[in-house]
């Protein structure tokens, strides 16, 4: 699965405004330091490197740290002077830490990262599920602006833009070397306002010129629908602020619409690519009445957490088949691992991505922020899914249309990103708004794996019902 802008955001995990071992920034050496460079505006960096030199009490206080950081750090302040001196074109400083920032958090693994005030601002707005725009998932493949997917029911799907679609130009302005925040600010607009967008596509021998108006895009996360009297139809489309809330809503429309009661459910996570851990942990709540949904084990004590089901009013008597593949991530992995794991669900279909860490957002001064890696989850029975994922207890590839097959062939996992967190070794014993009804359209799609699930329900049900009639 591509790193997409909105997937960045979305594992998140939880939000917190510090964390133990950040406050020794705020301790006194360093906020001395931060009120001297605020009054003499010189870099802090060299006020650090200054003070190091001619502060024996400061010494003191670090002493506990090895030498080679401070070593480093000079290292580093040196080939800053040099760049600023020497390069081709002149660069301010904030470039060149920012992007000594982004390249320190990126070299940890393919989550971690900088996000500059705007980025933050954009992590904001998705997780909230709103925004003015064209309703286009797009990441960089192989530097070139690529769509990942269009959001149903918005500008873009209903201009007919294509995963894979390459954005050649925004507005007569090419996209080569735009970065992805650019391109998302460019996209992004008042609502009535119009775009023009130059795609190219694959077999298509001309470029394709589009203009779109832009809409408020108000992302629905739970989508529902009836298959049969009884069977229901349930799917999330990534784990937002209001997605528990939603799923909640739309399995009470449905139970309504079968007398009362489902007989069975089909919980769809295809192409979920995560979202909030509070999120997911609520949704697998729903169906589970106790024992643990997910636990989180990090360096730092609160890092290690364990996440329990409550005994409430759920909805856990119907059976139900759980639909995931390669681009289930993160929080759906989460539930899918959890539901197979209680024995609760069938995970049917294939492989799924394999992210199994946890990032916490950690702000800090300029309305910025980091997403940090802090920490991997595991399913109920110790299961790390990092690099692997959860496999299907039922392996069914799905069957799509010639034209698509290209697209699906290219999806990526976790294993697949450049710098990904490591999968840990086992420690013994096991190893570690209001939701949407689907449109018709959706409905009449063929789609095997679905059909196979609601056979497989239905087939669940008649096996019950005479087994029940043979006992004594």
Same mark, same amino acid.
């Given at each position: 699965?591509?790193?997409?802008?909105?997937?960045?955001y979305?594992?998140?995990?939880?939000k917190?405004r510090?964390v133990?071992?950040?406050?020794?920034?705020?301790?006194?050496p360093?906020?001395c330091m931060?009120?001297?460079?605020?009054k003499?505006?010189i870099?802090?960096?060299?006020v650090?490197i200054a003070?190091l030199?001619?502060?024996s009490w400061?010494?003191?206080?670090?002493?506990?740290?090895?030498k080679g950081t401070?070593e480093?750090v000079e290292?580093?302040?040196?080939?800053l002077t040099?760049?600023?001196?020497?390069?081709v074109?002149?660069?301010?400083?904030?470039?060149?830490?920012?992007?000594?920032?982004?390249?320190?958090?990126t070299?940890l693994?393919a989550?971690?990262a900088?996000?500059?005030?705007d980025l933050?601002?954009?992590?904001?707005v998705d997780?909230?599920g709103?925004?003015?725009?064209l309703g286009?998932e797009?990441?960089?493949?192989?530097?070139?602006?690529t769509?990942v997917?269009p959001i149903?029911d918005?500008p873009?799907f209903?201009?007919?833009v !294509?995963?894979?679609?390459?954005i050649i130009? &925004?507005e007569?302005e090419?996209?080569k070397?735009?970065?992805? @925040?650019e391109a *998302? $600010?460019?996209?992004r607009?008042?609502k009535?306002?119009k775009?023009e967008l130059t795609? !190219?596509?694959?077999g298509e021998?001309?470029? &394709?010129?589009l203009t779109?108006?832009r809409e408020v895009?108000r @992302?629905?996360? *739970? $989508?529902?629908?009836?298959?049969e009297?009884g069977y229901?139809y349930?799917?999330?489309?990534?784990?937002?602020?209001r997605?528990q809330r939603?799923a909640e809503?739309?399995l009470k429309?449905l139970?309504?619409?079968?007398?009362?009661?489902l007989?069975g459910?089909?919980?769809?996570?295809?192409?979920d690519p995560?979202?909030l851990l509070t999120?997911?942990?609520k949704?697998?709540d729903l169906?589970?009445?106790?024992?643990?949904?997910?636990?989180?084990?990090?360096r730092?004590?609160n890092?290690?957490?364990k996440?329990?089901a409550h005994?409430q009013?759920?909805?856990g008597e119907?059976?139900m088949?759980?639909?995931v593949?390669?681009g289930s991530a993160?929080?759906?992995e989460?539930?899918a691992g959890a539901?197979?794991?209680?024995?609760?669900?069938?995970?049917?279909?294939?492989?799924?991505?394999?992210?199994?860490s946890v990032?916490?957002?950690?702000p800090v001064?300029g309305?910025?922020?980091?997403?940090?890696?802090?920490a991997?989850?595991y399913?109920?029975?110790?299961?790390?899914?990092?690099?692997?994922?959860i496999?299907?207890?039922?392996?069914?590839?799905?069957v799509?249309?010639p034209r698509e097959?290209a697209?699906h062939?290219?999806?990526?996992r976790?294993?697949?990103?450049?710098g990904?967190l490591?999968?840990p070794e086992?420690?013994?014993g096991?190893?570690?708004?209001?939701p949407?009804?689907?449109?018709?359209?959706?409905a009449?799609?063929?789609?095997a794996?679905?059909d196979?699930a609601?056979e497989?329900?239905?087939?669940w049900?008649?096996?019950?019902?005479?087994?029940a009639q043979?006992?004594?």
């Open positions: 699965m591509q790193a997409t802008i909105a997937e960045a979305w594992d998140t995990g939880r917190k510090i133990d071992g950040a406050t020794l920034v705020y301790s006194d360093i906020r931060k009120m001297l460079s605020r003499s505006g870099t802090i960096l060299f650090v003070t030199a001619g502060t400061l010494a003191q206080r670090v002493s506990a740290v090895a401070y480093n290292t580093f302040a040196n080939i040099l760049v600023q001196k020497n390069y074109d002149e660069v301010s400083t904030k470039q060149l830490i920012d992007g000594a920032i982004n390249g320190m958090l070299s693994d989550h971690s900088y996000l500059t005030p933050y601002k954009e992590l904001q997780t909230r709103s925004f003015g725009g286009i797009i990441t960089l493949r192989n530097g070139v602006l769509v997917s149903e918005t873009a209903r201009a007919g !294509r995963p894979g679609d390459q130009k &925004i007569n090419f996209t070397d735009m970065s992805l @925040i *998302v $600010k460019r996209m607009g008042p009535g306002t775009i795609i !190219r596509r694959e021998p001309e470029w &394709i010129e779109l108006s895009i @992302i629905k996360s *739970v $989508k529902y629908r009836t298959l009297k229901g349930l799917r999330i489309t990534q784990f937002q602020e997605t939603d809503e739309a429309a139970e309504r619409e079968s007398g009362g009661s007989a459910l089909v919980l769809d996570l295809r192409n995560g979202g999120q997911a942990v949704v697998a169906f589970l009445d106790s024992g643990v949904v997910v636990y989180t084990e990090g730092l004590e890092q290690r957490q996440f329990f005994k009013d759920g909805h119907f059976p088949i759980v639909l593949n390669a993160s929080a759906s989460i539930v539901l197979q794991d209680h024995k609760r669900a069938l995970v049917l279909g294939t492989q799924t991505f394999g992210k199994g990032q916490t957002i950690l001064e309305d910025a922020a980091i997403r940090l890696t802090t991997r989850y399913t109920p029975n110790g299961r790390s899914i990092q690099a692997t994922g496999t299907p207890d039922i392996i069914m590839e799905q799509v249309p097959s697209e062939q290219e999806m990526m976790e294993q697949d990103l450049p990904h490591q999968r086992p420690d013994g096991e190893d570690k708004e209001s949407g009804r689907s449109t018709a359209k959706e009449e799609r063929p789609d794996q679905l196979r609601l497989l329900l239905k087939s049900n008649v096996f019950k019902t005479v087994v043979r006992q004594p």
